[in-house]
């Protein structure tokens, strides 16, 4: 009969099979979800930019004409580039900023503990876009096939003869 260590090491082992098979999976339904979000509200953005504009003038945010533009570009091209999963970890750096951003301003009334904040919408997106600046947008992604080329000593756009 097997022992407690032996049903252990073979569950490990299963556990570490399956989750290797599967490790596209968590950085690829990360991107199109976070990408799709970023892509809608960017779109949702410049499609009524007038009330955009009004609701960061509300909230007292500098020069909100041009922030308004700045946030909703950097939703819609971020959301895209995220989306495809092309310059994903560049993409995600103006997108934490402007998350941060509406935490500051727009939902600092509704932090009164550290729970409030961590329960945000807009924390945990960030937390999901660090996650993604820092492992990469992952297999099944146009950052994948290009850094596989680049490792083979390619240029994009001359493939060797």
Do not use: C
């Not at 260590?5 to 082992?13: F, G, T, V």
């Not at 990408?35 to 009004?54: E, M, R």
């Not at 819609?76 to 999963?85: C, E, F, K, P, S």
């Amino acid at each position: 009969m097997p022992s407690f260590m032996d049903r252990a090491s073979r569950l490990r082992r299963l556990v570490h099979t399956v989750s290797s098979r599967l490790r596209w999976l968590p950085p690829t339904v990360a991107r199109l979800t976070i990408g799709l979000v970023f892509v809608q509200t960017g779109w949702g953005k410049w499609t009524n930019i007038q009330k955009v504009v009004g609701f960061f003038t509300e909230l007292g945010i500098p020069a909100p004409e041009l922030q308004a533009r700045l946030a909703a570009t950097a939703e819609l091209a971020g959301g895209a580039l995220i989306l495809i999963g092309l310059f994903t970890r560049v993409a995600t750096l103006p997108l934490i900023v402007v998350m941060t951003v509406a935490i500051i301003t727009a939902k600092r009334g509704d932090i009164h503990e550290l729970s409030d904040l961590l329960g945000m919408e807009e924390y945990l997106t960030i937390v999901v876009l660090l996650w993604l600046g820092a492992y990469g947008a992952g297999p099944l992604s146009l950052d994948a096939a290009l850094a596989k080329r680049l490792d083979r000593g390619e240029r994009p756009g001359h493939a060797e003869a």
